[in-house]
């Protein structure tokens, strides 16, 4: 259940100043799954943009989850990934969408972005940290009353792929 809750988080979110999304992007976030006893379990997770079909206009990413030492890969394939565009707009529609626009500092370095708290209809809580990375995930938290759980994932490793040729 978990290794879907984050992977469905991290495909719905996708973000660098740079030109993305381009072949070869590459981003990891790694962090830790804490438990009310005081035992910790580390997670990672990492998407790579792998291929990129002109004809179909379809990307396609590979998506890594580990949680402890059970590592679960896909291959998604899909027409939309976050870019610069999809950033603005949600940094100028932030506070209307219920988020708040703040820094937030991770490994990688401290970036502006638009923090969303959400409650699941299992009584999760769920914050987000969006901004202009690829993929747009910063960071994020998972608060899990039910199970005794807090679950935080933040980049630690940015590469990017070369520029997008024309058509991407």
Known sequence: MFSKVIAAALLLSSNIALAYP????????KGSEDKLDGTSTPV???KEVTAWD???HKWTVKFDMTKGDQTTT????TSCLWNPE?????MAKCAEKGGTMEDVAVTTGTYSACRMTVTADDGRV????????PFGL????VTDVTAGTKTTLAIESITEGPAPTQGQ
């Open 126 to 133: 769920i914050k987000t940290w969006m901004g202009d990375v």
């Open 44 to 46: 990672s997770a990492t």
């Open 22 to 29: 381009a072949l070869g992007d590459k981003v990891t976030w």
């Open 138 to 141: 910063i960071k994020k938290e």
């Open 86 to 90: 999809e950033w603005q707009l949600l």
């Open 74 to 77: 896909e291959q998604i394939v």
């Open 54 to 56: 002109m004809d179909a």
